[in-house]
């Protein structure tokens, strides 16, 4: 089978999807469940996990039994605010070691600060986690973070919750074949085709949660994605035909013609 590993775990679902958005805990519990994820991001700062004693639980409806809990920082814009974000999830989730890092540079686009980032990083690394790190479509950027000790790196295809799709093929490839660690989209999948483009390009994964979440039928949506990210790495793997201006070879056999 052809299962994405991570941090030396194997999953049989590309796609990762993110629990915030939705309208309430049951539609996201339908959705991420069509969806067919494994691995569920949430917002330390913004969502319960038993922090808040007396309100409902994100654990509740998406019991740790079932999927893997990947802890985020949404909301951090320095180092020292991620890290200690990231310290409180695992001393919320007994232990738990694989985190995603976002260390945002503004607020209105949401981009990342890729100096924080780096920093953030290198202390969540020597302190024993394993990191999976939103970025930018910087090849550069992304080498050092593989470098570092991240075990997977995950760039932007364009702004987070934008919808805008795969602005950055190129940068993307470029990332892609210098990885020695997963490379999974993060931000910017709007619909099931961007999903397909991104997988065709080689991408390892995505993560999303916009395109899921602030769809007029999330549920339906999280089936359609489900099946894009299966369609674009099996298209990946099949490799597709080159692109031609023309092709002056017919596709039916023109010998014994009558």
Not at 128 to 137: I, L, P, R
Not at 182 to 206: F, H, N, Q
């Amino acid at each position: 089978m052809d299962e994405l590993v991570i941090a030396g775990k194997a999953y049989s679902s590309r796609l990762l999807v993110g629990t915030g958005k939705y309208r309430d805990f049951e539609e996201t519990r339908l959705a991420v469940a069509e969806s067919g994820a494994e691995i569920v991001t949430v917002a330390i700062r913004r969502t319960n996990i038993g922090q808040n004693k007396d309100e409902p639980s994100l654990l509740d409806i998406l019991p740790p039994s079932q999927y893997t809990y990947l802890p985020n920082t949404a909301g951090c814009y320095d180092a020292k605010e991620a890290v200690r974000t990231l310290m409180l999830a695992r001393e919320l989730l007994d232990g738990h070691d694989l985190v995603k890092l976002e260390v945002l540079g503004d607020p209105k686009t949401l981009y990342p600060n890729v100096v924080e980032t780096l920093d953030a990083a290198k202390t969540l690394v020597k302190e024993g986690f394993k990191v999976m790190v939103y970025t930018s479509d910087d090849p550069i950027v992304a080498k050092q973070l593989e470098e570092i000790g991240c075990v997977a790196v995950m760039p932007l295809a364009s702004l987070i919750g934008s919808g805008m799709g795969i602005l950055n093929p190129w940068n993307l490839a470029i990332i892609i074949e210098n990885a020695k660690v997963p490379v999974l989209v993060d931000a910017g999948v709007g619909t099931a085709s961007d999903a397909a483009i991104a997988m065709e390009l080689g991408c390892d994964g995505i993560l999303m949660n916009t395109a899921i979440a602030a769809a007029k039928h999330p549920v339906l949506m999280a089936s359609a994605m489900k099946k894009a990210v299966i369609a674009g790495r099996e298209a990946y793997l099949a490799g597709r035909m080159p692109k031609k201006r023309y092709s002056a070879t017919p596709s039916s056999p023109t010998t014994g013609l009558i």
